[in-house]
């Protein structure tokens, strides 16, 4: 009995250092680097301007992310985005009552974020679980479309250079070793901050110089933040 309990032990060490062989030249043979790229799609969004509403918006990004242990590494982006509202304003009013010239409008803005931080990772089954804090800046430039009864506005505007940040929660799905479905989701502006103002273009000045400096006000783009929280679904390769 003492004898088979000693077999039986010795079994038991050798199958756990085979194992442990095994799961290090794995991770020998895994790279820590992996590049990837994902399409986002908005689910919830704030605007810090009362009289627009987010009318269509969507992202696309490139990653990558390097571990330098299993849980902790660093992982950057550059994404593009493409943000349309609309809205409509009098220049005056009383009280409830709007008077005045009735304005709409609808305001296109390209932004391209490029952001790098930390990222934390938890192995699941057969992936990943991340939660990535990034942090840099963003482009933004906007081009409004203006009209009234009477009149239409076609205004650009400059772009504009700002500090930027976003928190990513993600899952990655390893059907093989070196290919991966990623799903998450993206809070854009987590932070508080505000944006530049953006100025008129010197070719929109030029068109329109009669145009009232309150329409072009109101017209701009806010110098807050645009909040988008976005879905997002990718494909990660690992190098």
């Known amino acids: 009995m003492h004898r088979m309990k000693h077999f039986l032990y010795a079994c038991g060490f050798l199958f756990m250092g085979i194992m442990t062989q095994a799961l290090n030249a794995q991770e020998a043979s895994t790279s820590p680097l992996t590049v990837g790229f994902d399409v ?74 490029a952001v790098i931080g930390p990222e934390l990772n938890l192995r699941i089954g057969q992936g990943d679980l991340s939660i990535a804090a990034q942090f840099g800046f963003i482009y933004n430039q906007s081009k409004t479309v203006l009209a009234n009864p009477s009149e239409d506005y076609v205004l ?8 930027y940040n976003s928190l ?12 991966g479905v990623r799903i998450g989701l993206r809070f854009q502006d987590w932070l ?13 000045q030029r068109q329109y110089p009669a145009l009232e400096q309150s329409v072009i006000n109101r017209s701009r783009p806010g110098i807050n933040a645009l909040e ?9 390769y690992r190098l």
């Open 40 to 113: 986002g799609f908005v689910f919830d969004y704030h605007m810090p301007d009362s009289i627009s509403a987010a009318i269509d918006a969507h992202t696309v990004q490139i990653r990558s992310s390097y571990r330098f242990t299993r849980w902790l590494g660093v992982s950057a982006s550059l994404g593009y985005g493409n943000v349309s509202e609309t809205g409509d304003y009098f220049l005056t009013s009383f009280g409830v009552d709007r008077v005045g010239v009735p304005w709409t409008f609808v305001r296109k803005t390209h932004r391209i974020p």
């Open 156 to 163: 650009r505007y400059r772009g504009t250079l700002d500090t």
């Open 192 to 204: 508080s901050g505000s944006y530049s103002p953006a100025e008129l273009s010197i070719d929109s």
């Open 228 to 236: 988008l929280n976005l879905f997002q679904i990718g494909l990660t």
């Open 168 to 179: 990513a929660f993600s899952y990655t799905y390893w059907p093989q070793q070196r290919f």
